[in-house]
């Protein structure tokens, strides 16, 4: 029993020893060029400009960015849930049904926000007033009247 109990412990040094050098080694290794071009190129072709309408670039943000909210109230909730009901604690209950509030009210404030009618600008606005730009001026651009 005790033979046993050694030898799990080298093998488990010994695996701690050599999996993370082994493991580094195949991460370094160079791929083929092809692949490293055709990477190369995607990501290039990815950070193109006029590959994508800003306003839809900017809706893909803010969809994401919400799903994400989403995502961390149902999972923070679920989590909670599922704790309270390990452990048996009505803290933990009651912190669920806190997320479960918090992810109603993020529901409700998206819907509003969606339904919200639009507000033209009005066209009577006036021009933000403009106070000219400030530029540097070297010594041939006074006249020559002025350097005397």
Not at 22 to 38: G, V
């Amino acid at each position: 029993m005790e033979l046993v109990v050694v030898l799990v412990v080298l093998g488990g040094l010994w695996a701690a020893l050599l999996l993370p050098s082994f493991l580094d080694s195949r991460h370094d290794a160079p791929l083929t060029s092809t692949k490293s071009f055709d990477r190369r190129l995607a990501k290039l072709a990815s950070m193109r400009s006029d590959s994508a309408d800003p306003t839809q670039l900017k809706r893909q943000r803010l969809v994401a960015r919400r799903r994400r909210v989403m995502v961390g109230l149902i999972g923070a909730a679920a989590v909670t849930l599922v704790a309270a009901i390990f452990v048996g604690s009505i803290p933990l209950l009651l912190l669920s049904l806190a997320f479960d509030g918090m992810f109603v009210a993020y529901l409700a404030a998206l819907h509003s926000a969606e339904h919200r009618p639009q507000v033209a600008p009005l066209p009577d606005t006036p021009e933000p007033v403009s106070y000219g730009e400030l530029r540097l001026v070297s010594e041939d651009d006074y006249p020559r009247a002025a350097n005397r």
